[in-house]
Nanobody, 122 residues
Framework: QVQLVESGGRLVQAGGSLRLSCAASGRTLTNYAMAWFRQAPGKEREIVAGIPWTGGSYYTDSVKGRFTISRDNAKNTVYLQMNSLKPEDTAVYYC????????????????WGQGTQVTVSS
């Protein structure tokens, strides 16, 4: 079992920055892909970014050039650096994990955190 705990979400003004963290426990994340998803009110949960165990990354088009996903395997932690935030980035952000490759589909992920709220004011 893997437990994921997100932190770092808060209210921020448009144009500001936030760094979200996701701490994993229960087992090491060797060979696990990690991802950040988000869900805005009335919308489907969508992938924001993903990072495999071996490096590289995936970003959805709307955050490319603004968000950066990274992982510290020694600390069993994944981060999402969010810059140039926009009101449309407002959502609950979830950390997710799965063994193997990054997938964009939420159904492929086995473990989820409880979510952290990010609110961007205009």
């Amino acid at each position: 079992q893997v437990q994921l705990v997100e932190s770092g979400g808060r209210l921020v003004q448009a144009g500001g920055s936030l760094r979200l963290s996701c701490a994993a426990s229960g087992r090491t994340l060797t060979n696990y892909a990690m991802a950040w998803f988000r869900q805005a009110p009335g919308k489907e949960r969508e992938i924001v970014a993903g990072i495999p165990w071996t490096g590289g990354s995936y970003y959805t088009d709307s955050v490319k050039g603004r968000f950066t996903i990274s992982r510290d395997n020694a600390k069993n932690t994944v981060y999402l650096q969010m810059n140039s935030l926009k009101p449309e980035d407002t959502a609950v952000y979830y950390c997710a994990a799965r063994s193997g490759s990054v997938y964009t589909y939420r159904e492929k992920y086995d473990y989820w955190g409880q979510g952290t709220q990010v609110t961007v004011s205009s």
